[in-house]
């Protein structure tokens, strides 16, 4: 059997879609036909080589996505055909299988235990989460990592009380999950932070009260102005060891928390003032917003499902696979808040 895939075959190069051979299952393995796959910076730094050193080319990319349940190998358990599936690079239970082999011609394709840009593809089976009929596979596709990195960095990794104040820095696709997971939490003021005064509009739809555009003047004096003395809560959505700083000075002594979600350059390094640790502020880090997939993506199904959630201001008009370089430009220039991959579209 074969399928159409997106190929990383050289770094600072375009995706070759192109079809491969899908291999036979391996026991613990699940071939789901994808429905749709979203687009994440993390694919975008290994397209343009900022996470260093690529050891595994040619190879798949993509980790969030839904799709239905094709064929199962032997000893899964989790899944059955038919069934409708978040697919997530967080691990949940079942069998962990890290390594799959396409075949692309004369060469072999590599890819890990979950990949997303194709039409069909070989998923390990604790990256799969059963969702219900009732929640639509574009938002099931960001609950993959959009909605459990940002909104679990907040319900999770943070755990802020209503009334407590929070500010986050950086509104992509991930930021904007964590503004929706502190409106939420019952968060206020809610500060969304951004360069790019289109992301902040989103930010307002998502549940921020405030939003501060960074380009000019002192980020840290406004966010005082809006809460003397600091926040209680600071979430880094940039990757950007500045930034990250200025969440931490952001956050008042005593008790403030800053949280860094952003994957930084494979070559930038965080050079933080002790001081700031020692006013009693806490720097925290998160593993994908520290969600157990089998028990927190239900929840976060359940509050799309009662209106709690409403995942609509992030989604802009999906692309097909064959267009998919242009989904990735578009997320890089801020085009696009997460680029949504229609596996139906030609």
Same mark, same amino acid.
């Given at each position: 059997?074969?399928?159409?895939?997106?190929?990383?075959?050289?770094?600072?190069?375009?995706?070759?879609?192109?079809?491969?051979?899908?291999?036979?299952?391996?026991?613990?393995?699940?071939?789901?036909?994808?429905?749709?796959?979203?687009?994440?910076?993390?694919?975008?730094?290994?397209?343009?080589?900022?996470?260093?050193?690529?050891?595994?080319?040619?190879?798949?990319?993509?980790?969030?996505?839904?799709?239905?349940?094709?064929?199962?190998?032997?000893?899964?358990?989790?899944?059955?055909?038919?069934?409708?599936?978040?697919?997530?690079?967080?691990?949940?239970?079942?069998?962990?299988?890290?390594?799959?082999?396409?075949?692309?011609?004369?060469?072999?394709?590599?890819?890990?235990?979950?990949?997303?840009?194709?039409?069909?593809?070989?998923?390990?089976?604790?990256?799969?989460?059963?969702?219900?009929?009732?929640?639509?596979?574009?938002?099931?596709?960001?609950?993959?990592?959009?909605?459990?990195?940002?909104?679990?960095?907040?319900?999770?990794?943070?755990?802020?009380?209503?009334?407590?104040?929070?500010?986050?820095?950086?509104?992509?696709?991930?930021?904007?999950?964590?503004?929706?997971?502190?409106?939420?939490?019952?968060?206020? !003021?809610?500060?969304?932070? #951004? @360069? %790019?005064?289109?992301?902040?509009?989103? /930010?307002?739809?998502?549940?921020?009260?405030?939003? &501060?555009?960074?380009?000019?003047?002192?980020?840290?004096?406004?966010?005082?102005?809006?809460?003397?003395?600091?926040?209680?809560?600071?979430?880094?959505?940039?990757?950007?060891?500045?930034?990250?700083?200025?969440?931490?000075?952001?956050?008042?002594?005593?008790?403030?928390?800053?949280?860094?979600?952003?994957?930084?350059?494979?070559?930038?390094?965080?050079?933080?003032?002790?001081?700031?640790?020692?006013?009693?502020?806490?720097?925290?880090?998160?593993?994908?917003?520290?969600?157990?997939?089998?028990?927190?993506?239900?929840?976060?199904?359940?509050?799309?499902?009662?209106?709690?959630?409403?995942?609509?201001?992030?989604?802009?008009? !999906?692309?097909?696979?064959? #267009? @998919? %370089?242009?989904?990735?430009?578009?997320? /890089?220039?801020?085009?696009?808040?997460?680029?949504? &991959?229609?596996?139906?579209?030609?």
């Amino acid at each position: 059997m074969k399928t159409d895939a997106a190929i990383l075959t050289e770094l600072q190069k375009p995706l070759v879609v192109s079809e491969i051979e899908i291999p036979s299952l391996k026991p613990g393995q699940v071939l789901v036909d994808m429905s749709y796959s979203g687009i994440c910076h993390t694919q975008l730094s290994e397209c343009q080589g900022t996470r260093g050193e690529d050891k595994f080319l040619p190879h798949c990319l993509g980790h969030e996505g839904s799709g239905i349940v094709r064929e199962i190998g032997t000893g899964v358990k989790k899944v059955k055909v038919g069934d409708q599936v978040i697919i997530s690079w967080i691990k949940g239970s079942g069998a962990d299988v890290s390594n799959t082999v396409y075949q692309w011609g004369d060469k072999r394709v590599n890819a890990g235990g979950v990949t997303t840009f194709s039409r069909q593809s070989v998923i390990s089976e604790n990256r799969l989460t059963v969702i219900p009929n009732d929640i639509s596979m574009e938002a099931a596709a960001l609950i993959g990592c959009a909605v459990p990195t940002g909104m679990g960095a907040v319900l999770n990794t943070a755990q802020p009380r209503p009334g407590q104040s929070i500010a986050i820095f950086g509104t992509g696709g991930i930021g904007l999950c964590a503004v929706a997971g502190a409106a939420i939490s019952g968060c206020v !003021p809610i500060i969304a932070v #951004d @360069i %790019n005064p289109e992301k902040l509009k989103v /930010a307002k739809k998502m549940g921020a009260t405030h939003c &501060i555009c960074s380009k000019t003047g002192n980020l840290v004096e406004e966010i005082m102005k809006i809460c003397p003395g600091g926040i209680d809560f600071a979430i880094e959505a940039t990757g950007i060891p500045d930034v990250m700083n200025q969440a931490l000075t952001s956050v008042h002594a005593q008790g403030g928390v800053a949280v860094v979600i952003g994957n930084a350059n494979f070559k930038d390094k965080l050079v933080i003032d002790p001081r700031q640790l020692n006013m009693g502020k806490q720097l925290r880090g998160t593993w994908g917003g520290d969600n157990n997939p089998d028990v927190d993506f239900p929840r976060y199904c359940q509050l799309i499902k009662y209106g709690r959630l409403n995942l609509d201001p992030l989604m802009s008009q !999906p692309y097909s696979l064959r #267009d @998919i %370089n242009a989904a990735l430009t578009d997320l /890089a220039r801020g085009r696009a808040v997460r680029p949504l &991959i229609d596996m139906s579209r030609e």
